[in-house]
């Protein structure tokens, strides 16, 4: 009798166990995918607000004269296959977030000619957490435009 109350107690004691495991497990990768947009958010916006003048701009990448360190430079944000990229006049391709889901991750103010504010919307699915969407958008104000 004793050994089947015991048993009865460590399954149910088992069961929240592994359920406060997998309840870490999703807030974990939730709170690393929402620190891997902030990132990327952070670094587009400030590359975009010091741009000069944007030469390419369509739904899923745009091209700018910008400053970065104080130095004039041209750099492409681009997203493809799920993936947002950043390369500057050199060539040099950086790989900045991976799993996004959203294809139109840029939208310009003015439509036509040199904008004055530029959106990025950034959505993805934690890897761990398909049934999960996470979204950033900012609204960014060119200032030397």
């Not at 745009?62 to 050199?90: C, P």
């Not at 900045?96 to 504010?117: H, K, M, S």
Request: charged share 20%; net charge positive.
């Amino acid at each position: 009798m004793t050994v089947s109350i015991f048993a009865i107690v460590l399954t149910a004691l088992l069961g929240v166990f592994i359920s406060v495991q997998r309840s870490q497990a999703y807030v974990t990768d939730r709170s690393e995918s929402m620190d891997q947009l902030r990132i990327a958010l952070d670094r587009v916006s400030k590359e975009v607000r010091q741009a000069t003048t944007v030469t390419t701009k369509t739904p899923t990448s745009i091209a700018m004269s910008t400053y970065v360190a104080g130095a004039a430079e041209v750099v492409t944000w681009s997203v493809t296959g799920g993936v947002l990229r950043r390369t500057n006049e050199w060539g040099s391709t950086t790989t900045l977030l991976r799993e996004i889901t959203n294809t139109d991750v840029f939208t310009y103010t003015p439509a036509t000619g040199n904008p004055l504010v530029v959106t990025v919307r950034l959505e993805m699915r934690p890897r761990h957490s398909p049934n999960v969407r996470l979204e950033l958008t900012s609204e960014i104000r060119l200032r030397n435009g």
